[in-house]
């Protein structure tokens, strides 16, 4: 039964909160690949794919709180099943390209969504996460040609990783987080 007082959401609404389901996703799935990568005793490309999950958690609780923050309901979503199981090094990372591919893609159907309806503050909002994209399929496709031309030997992999790690920053211009950013 449907509460009379509340109004539908418009579509930008409903995309970004189907949007949080998929930021808990890839964070889940980005669990996944680093507890495989520990499992295989590399801990660089493991430490990656767990500070990934962090990333992508922060994303979803930036919606979070950009709903929040427009007096929209919030729902917490459950995530569908990740994928645990990979063969070889190469799968994992060109999963997560994919992944990252596909949450690009997403994140335009939001703007544009946005801009359709003349939310201009939500079409701005949403601006910061498609610069994030294009910096994060940029790194999982050098991470993906990196571990092609190490031919099998990951341990150039990790070296690589280790080296390019040094200098991490934060992001300050990320939209505020839910709880705080972890």
Do not use: C
């Amino acid at each position: 039964m449907s509460d009379p007082e509340k109004k539908p959401l418009s579509k930008f609404y409903e995309l970004l909160q189907a949007q949080i389901r998929k930021e808990f996703h890839a964070s889940q799935q980005y669990v996944a690949l680093a507890v495989w990568f520990d499992g295989k005793d590399l801990p660089q490309l493991a430490k990656y794919f767990y500070r990934q999950s962090l990333e992508e958690r922060n994303h979803a609780m930036a919606l979070v709180q950009y709903l929040l923050d427009t007096d929209h309901p919030v729902e917490i979503p459950d995530v569908p099943p990740v994928r645990n199981d990979f063969t070889e090094v190469r799968e994992p990372v060109a999963l997560a390209l994919e992944q990252e591919k596909e949450v690009e893609a997403d994140f335009r159907q939001l703007a544009k969504a946005a801009r359709e309806e003349d939310d201009y503050t939500g079409e701005q909002f949403v601006q910061w996460f498609l610069a994030e994209q294009v910096e994060e399929i940029s790194s999982m496709k050098r991470l993906l040609n990196v571990v092609d031309m190490a031919q099998g030997n990951v341990f150039e992999v990790e070296q690589f990783l280790y080296r390019e790690s040094a200098g991490e920053e934060d992001d300050s211009t990320m939209p505020p987080v839910a709880g705080g950013k972890l």
